[in-house]
């Protein structure tokens, strides 16, 4: 479903690569988290998703698309075909709830039959139905982020990205727009979030990959945990014993290994000792 081997990018003017020969591999319906620090390269790894940036190196496929192939001006007609969730909602402020979702279905080219049938559903969806009149003004942070997920899965996406949806929400809400995403993921969307919210990314048990100055540092395939300053290894939970086991072998036995790191060549920790004055002989 997501495909990324061997992707580097550098920025214009930077040095370090933002993304270091990431390779992952997402299968459909999978929910899975992005962690690392900020600037890890992260919100990068979202953007060569969406091709809103092109990598330097390496090759993505989305949902069998390879993104090499797509011509620039049928990027938006590919995005369309992605959900996608910002921090900031980027919601039409002289707009009603109602009309934000609608307004992307629109676009999307649905017939007016169609989004009339259609809105009232995915406002039920998020628990909006009630504020669907009002406009974005008038709604608390985790309602507008409500509204933005109700216009990306409104057309049905097979992939939903978010990054840092839950960035500017308290902690109660935090939680309820993750288990938003989680029921999404229920109906067969493949999710992707991004996010430093450590309880959520510990409580909810999936798979979790962090990534670390722009190269994958642990892929926990189920029951990951937020650990940012670990070893760079990768980490990959087949215990059978892990909870959820059962449930996921069958997605689990086709998920490839994420890959090791480069070689490096090995050294031996080196352990400094402290300087200690030498005494003078009298
Ligand atoms: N447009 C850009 N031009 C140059 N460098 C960039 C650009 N966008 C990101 N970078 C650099 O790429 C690296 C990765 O940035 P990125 O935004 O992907 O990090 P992130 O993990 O999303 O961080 P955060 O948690 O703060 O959102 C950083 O070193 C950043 O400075
Ligand atoms: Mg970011």
Known sequence: ???????????????????????????????????GKSGAGKS???????????PDMGKIIIGGIDLDYIKRRHIPHYRRRLGVVFQDFKLLPRRTVYENVAFALEIAGMSTREIKHTVPKVLELVGLTEQA???????????????????SVARQPKILIADEP?????????????????????????????????????????RVITLKNGRIVADQKTHGIYRLDGEPEVLIDDSPKAPGFALKSEQRTTITSAPKPKAK????????????PRKKVA
């Open 1 to 35: 479903m997501i495909l990324l081997d061997h992707v580097t990018k550098i920025y214009p003017g930077d040095k370090k690569p933002a993304l270091d020969d990431v390779s992952l591999h997402i299968e459909p319906n999978e929910f899975v988290f992005l962690v």
């Open 44 to 54: 990068t790894l979202m953007k060569m998703i969406t091709k809103e940036e092109d």
């Open 133 to 151: 009149n009002k406009f974005p003004a008038q709604l608390s942070g985790g309602q507008q982020q409500r509204v933005s997920i109700a216009r």
């Open 166 to 206: 839950t960035g500017n929400l308290d902690k109660l809400t935090r939680t309820e727009i993750i288990t938003l995403l989680q029921k999404i993921n229920d109906f067969g969307t493949t999710v992707l979030v991004t996010t430093h919210d450590e309880t959520i990314v510990n409580n909810l048990g999936k």
């Open 265 to 276: 060549p090995t050294q031996k920790p080196t352990i400094k000792k402290p300087h200690t």
